[in-house]
């Protein structure tokens, strides 16, 4: 077999490889945790659930960089993290949220009926379908 391309070379690809591998083992474990709150009756769907992520090292400096992205990542409605001071002190909480229901993104956000026009959307969904859209970065 003869080979008449190759892809073209990423500077950074390395390291941007590490640091996906390091997120989707993260995901992994997030979605144990997902699946058990899920299983005990506690949320139905991830949507309905907002994580804490204590995390130390690289695994914080990872997570930290996606921002608020960090919530599309693990499709839950909020997503936070936290930096502890070793890998002894991680750990990642998930609750239910008290948050009220999107009508369009099914996301539960503490901001849902901010606008009177628009009751059952929530501030990302009347930016999106009348303002100027979210600007999101990586997820």
């Not at 709150?37 to 990872?62: F, P, T, W």
């Not at 693990?74 to 002894?88: K, L, M, N």
């Amino acid at each position: 077999t003869q080979t008449l391309w190759s892809f073209p070379e990423l500077p950074g690809a390395e390291a941007l490889l590490a640091k996906y591998a390091l997120l989707r083992a993260v995901r992994t474990d997030v979605t144990k945790q997902l699946e058990e709150v899920r299983a005990s009756g506690a949320i139905g769907s991830s949507l309905q659930a907002e994580l804490a992520i204590k995390a130390a090292g690289d695994k914080y400096g990872v997570l930290a960089s996606l921002d608020d992205d960090l919530k599309f990542v693990f499709i839950t409605s909020q997503a936070s993290v936290e930096q502890v001071p070793d890998a002894a002190d991680e750990a990642v909480t998930v609750t239910p949220s008290e948050a009220e229901k999107c009508e369009r993104c099914w996301h539960y956000r503490r901001d849902v009926g901010h606008d009177p026009a628009h009751a059952g959307l929530c501030g990302r969904c009347t930016t999106n379908l009348f303002g100027s859209g979210e600007a999101r970065r990586y997820a």
